[in-house]
C-alpha cells in the first residue's frame, strides 16, 4: 500500500555563512519522509541541526541546497499547512488565551468558527482559561493554549520544536499524555524535535536520529509499541536502549 | 560542622532582631510614606524660600523684585486666573503641543515601523533622518518661520519636527526588537501582508509607542516657549515674554511654573492610562 506523504526532505543541505569565520555547516545531506497520520521523533544532541530542519519544514528558513516537499508543493516559505509549537510557546501577549485561539482559527477563511474554536480550547483543557492573558498563565498552560491555537489552524502536519523542553517533569508528562490524546484522536501527522531519548521512546512511531558536526541522519529506529503504551515499561525501555545503541555507533 | 552550624545561627538571629524603631521608615514596603516625605521636601522647600523673603525685606540682602517670594507668585497667579488671562494661555500652549505632536504621530508610525521591518525603506531615509536628527530643533525655528509665516502653522510644524525624532525612534526601536519568535509563530498561522502590521506588528509596539507620544508631548511642551517668544500673541510663552519686557518677575514665574505643572501633569496622567491599557505586558510587576 502506497501511503500518502506529508512532508519529505530530499538531500537537504545548510551552510551558515559567517562574516570573518570559515562557514558552518549544519546540515548534510538530510533526507527522509513523514506519512499521513505518523508521529515522528528528530533526536539528537545540541548542534545536530534539529531545529534548523523543523525550521526549514516550517518554511521559515530556506535550505542551502536539496528539496522540501509539504503534501504535493515544494515548500518556498511558511504556511498554514504546517502548523508550529515553538518551545517558548510564542502566544501573543496582547490577546488573551481565545484571542490567540481565534487568530489561529481565522487565519484562512475569514471568519471565525465559533464552535471549533471552543472544540480545541475544550481538548487543550484551556477552556476554563479562555479569557487569561498568557502572562497569568504557568508554561504548562501556555503550551496548552499554544497547541490548541495551531489545532484551530488546521495543518496537514504539526511541527513541534522541543514543545515541552522548559517544562517541569510532571506538567511535560501530562502535556505528552494530552498531546497523544489528541493526535490518536484527529490523526494529525506530527513531527516532534527532542534532546529526551525517553519522551522520543513513548512518543514516536519512529526516531529519527540525528549526529552533530555536521547534522546527518543517523539512524531510524522504528517503535511498533502499541497504545496506549505504559511509561518505563519493558518494550519502551528496549526502545530506549536501542536508541542508545544506535547513538553510540 | 558546629562551627558552620554556629555561623548559620548567627546569620538568622541578624534577622530576628525586632525591628528598631525610626523616626521615618525608608523601607520599600512603606510606599504611601515615601510618597509623603516626597510632598513634605516641597513644602519645606516653599516655606524656607518665603522665610528668606522675609528676612530680607529686613535685612534688604538682594532685590526682592527678581525674586518674589511664593505668596507673591501665588497672589499673581490667582489674580490671572481670576481674571482669565491665564486659561487662555495654558489652552492656547496646550492646543499647541497637542496639534504639533499628532503632526509627527502618523510620519512617526509609518517611518519608525518602515525603517525597522523594511530594508528599501531604511535604504531611502534612515540616512537622511540621521542627517537632520542631530539639529536642536530651536536651530530650524527661523527657517519655519520664513517658510510657514508667523502664524500657528509655524509653530505646529516645529513642534511635530520636535516630536518626531522621539516618537520615531521609540517606534523604530520597538518595531525592529519584536520577539523573533512571535513573527515567526504569525507567519507559520498565516498572518501577512497588512494583516501582519494591523494584528501583529502594532499590538507589539504599541505600549513603546504610547511612551513615545508621552516623551513628544513632553518635548513638545519644552520647545513650546521658545516658538511663542518668537512670534505670538497669546501662549504661555508669549506670556513669559511679555512679562520680561514690563519687568513683571511674578508673572514669569507663573508663567514658568504653569508649564512644569502642565508638563508633569499630561505625563503623569498618561503613565495612569498606559498601566491601565497595558496590563497585559508581562513585566508589569509595578
Not at chain 2, 507668585?73 to 496646550?94: E, F, P, R, T, Y
Not at chain 2, 504621530?105 to 519608525?112: E, K, Q, W, Y
Not at chain 2, 525592529?176 to 502594532?202: E, H
Request: positive net charge.
Amino acid at each position: 500500500m502506497q501511503k500518502t506523504l506529508k512532508l519529505r526532505f530530499d538531500r537537504v543541505d545548510m551552510v551558515f555563512a559567517r562574516p570573518n569565520q570559515p562557514p558552518v555547516q549544519v546540515l548534510k545531506s538530510i533526507s527522509f519522509e513523514v506519512g499521513a497520520g505518523e508521529f515522528l521523533c528528530l533526536l539528537g544532541p545540541s548542534g545536530c541541526g534539529k531545529s534548523t530542519i523543523l525550521n526549514i519544514a516550517a518554511g521559515l528558513i530556506r535550505p542551502s541546497a536539496g528539496t522540501v516537499t509539504a503534501g504535493s508543493h515544494l515548500v518556498t516559505g511558511p504556511g498554514r499547512d504546517r502548523g508550529v509549537v515553538f518551545q517558548e510557546y510564542a502566544l501573543f501577549p496582547w490577546l488573551t488565551v481565545r484571542e490567540n485561539v481565534v487568530l489561529g482559527a481565522k487565519s484562512g477563511a475569514g471568519k471565525v468558527d465559533r464552535a471549533r474554536v471552543d472544540h480545541f480550547l475544550k481538548v487543550t483543557g484551556m477552556y476554563d482559561h479562555r479569557d487569561k492573558y498568557p502572562k497569568e498563565l504557568s508554561g504548562g498552560m501556555k503550551q496548552r493554549a499554544a497547541i490548541a491555537r495551531t489545532l484551530a489552524n488546521d495543518p496537514e502536519i504539526i511541527l513541534m520544536d522541543e514543545p515541552f523542553g522548559a517544562l517541569d517533569p510532571y506538567t511535560r508528562e501530562a502535556l505528552q499524555d494530552q498531546l497523544i490524546e489528541i493526535w490518536r484522536a484527529s490523526r494529525k501527522t506530527i513531527l516532534f524535535v527532542t534532546h529526551s531519548v525517553e519522551e522520543a521512546a513513548y512518543l514516536a512511531g519512529a526516531v529519527i536520529l540525528l549526529k552533530a558536526h555536521p547534522g546527518e541522519l543517523k539512524a531510524v529506529i522504528k517503535n511498533e509499541v502499541s497504545w496506549p503504551r505504559e511509561r518505563a515499561s519493558e518494550e519502551l525501555i528496549g526502545i530506549e536502549r536501542a536508541i542508545r545503541r544506535a547513538e553510540r555507533t | 560542622m558546629k562551627g558552620q552550624y554556629v555561623v548559620l545561627s548567627e546569620l538568622n538571629a541578624e534577622f530576628l532582631v525586632p525591628e528598631r524603631k525610626r523616626l521615618m521608615d525608608f523601607s520599600l514596603k512603606n510606599h504611601n510614606a515615601m510618597r509623603l516625605y516626597k510632598v513634605c521636601t516641597l513644602i519645606l522647600f516653599i516655606a524656607a524660600w518665603q522665610t528668606v523673603d522675609l528676612i530680607n525685606s529686613e535685612l534688604k540682602l538682594y532685590n526682592p523684585l527678581l525674586i518674589p517670594s511664593p505668596f507673591d507668585i501665588a497672589k499673581k497667579a490667582s489674580a490671572l486666573w481670576s481674571s482669565g488671562a491665564l486659561q487662555k494661555h495654558i489652552v492656547a500652549s496646550v492646543t499647541r503641543v497637542i496639534l504639533g505632536v499628532l503632526m509627527a504621530f502618523p510620519p512617526a508610525i509609518v517611518l519608525g515601523i518602515g525603517i525597522a521591518r523594511s530594508r528599501l525603506v531604511e535604504v531611502v531615509f534612515e540616512p537622511l533622518i540621521e542627517l537632520i536628527r542631530p539639529i536642536p530643533p530651536l536651530a530650524v525655528l527661523p527657517m519655519f518661520i520664513l517658510w510657514f509665516g508667523i502664524g500657528e502653522l509655524s509653530k505646529l510644524v516645529f513642534i511635530a519636527f520636535a516630536a518626531f525624532y522621539i516618537i520615531m525612534t521609540t517606534v523604530m526601536l520597538s518595531a525592529a526588537n519584536i520577539d523573533v519568535v512571535l513573527i515567526r509563530a504569525a507567519r507559520t498561522l498565516g498572518i501577512n501582508g497588512w494583516r501582519f502590521y494591523s494584528t501583529i506588528v502594532f499590538p507589539a509596539i504599541s505600549p513603546d509607542l504610547f511612551v513615545g507620544v508621552r516623551l513628544g508631548l513632553s518635548a513638545g511642551f519644552v520647545v513650546i516657549v521658545a516658538s511663542e517668544f518668537i512670534a505670538a500673541d497669546v501662549g504661555l510663552g508669549y506670556m513669559i515674554n511679555y512679562a520680561r519686557a514690563y519687568f513683571r518677575v511674578s508673572d514669569m514665574f507663573v508663567g514658568a511654573l504653569t508649564i512644569g505643572f502642565i508638563g508633569y501633569s499630561v505625563n503623569m496622567l498618561l503613565m495612569l492610562v498606559e498601566r491601565r491599557i497595558f496590563n497585559w505586558r508581562i513585566n508589569d510587576e509595578r
